[in-house]
């Protein structure tokens, strides 16, 4: 029997990725079930368990193209010892986020929407909560560094402590998600705007 390619497995798995993503952004993952991803990926329930054990699996999987995505804008950020300011950190991860999160390709629905599910469920469930706790304070450390090359460029004072401005930054970064979300009326510039406003000297 032929072995079966990297690049076909990864094929099925990104099926199932995709499949899962379009019934949690939608129902929820408390009213998704392993069979509803099942129906609707339309593979065998034997593909599908070879590749996730459980539902959990699936989540974490669907809530890693949100944390690819940053993790790659902060690279191209933090490249070749570049000291970007914290305003245009922001505003450059904000519109990465409705680029490659909102409109996500990969699985053609807001992974956001599922972001915010993840939140919900990490108070209940501790491997969310662990997983959940380790992407967050990965996040806040990039946005420290980009802190901390300010600082270091003379751009920010030498007695703050970049650790926490990192801390408000990345809060700043969810609560455009909730509210974009959450508000009817939040538009995308105009939350750039009020950034730009509260993190320009005057």
């Known amino acids: 029997m032929p072995r079966v390619s990297e690049q076909y497995r990864e094929q099925r798995r990104g099926e199932i990725v995709a499949a899962a993503a379009r019934l949690f952004a939608v129902n929820g993952f408390h009213a998704t079930s392993m069979a509803d ?71 053609g629905v807001d992974v956001s929407r599922i972001g915010v599910q993840v939140w919900a469920e990490a108070l209940r469930n501790p491997r ?22 300010r600082q270091a460029a003379g751009r920010l004072p030498a007695d703050v402590v970049p650790e926490q401005i990192g801390a408000a930054m990345l809060s700043l970064v969810q609560g455009y998600i909730l509210q974009r979300l959450l508000i009817s009326d939040t538009d995308t510039e105009d939350y750039l705007a009020g950034v730009t406003a509260l993190l320009t000297d005057r």
């Open 128 to 149: 969310m909560a662990a997983r959940a706790d380790e992407v967050y304070q990965r996040l806040r450390g990039y946005f420290a560094e980009v802190a901390r090359r």
């Open 37 to 107: 991803v099942i129906a609707e990926c339309g593979l065998s329930a034997g593909a599908v368990y070879r590749y996730f054990a459980g539902k959990d699996d699936l989540i974490l999987a669907v809530s890693e193209a949100a944390l690819t995505a940053a993790d790659e804008a902060f690279q191209a950020l933090l490249a070749d010892g570049a000291a970007p300011s914290p305003r245009h950190a922001l505003t450059f991860l904000i519109r990465v986020i409705d680029e490659r999160v909102v409109h996500n390709t990969d699985t």
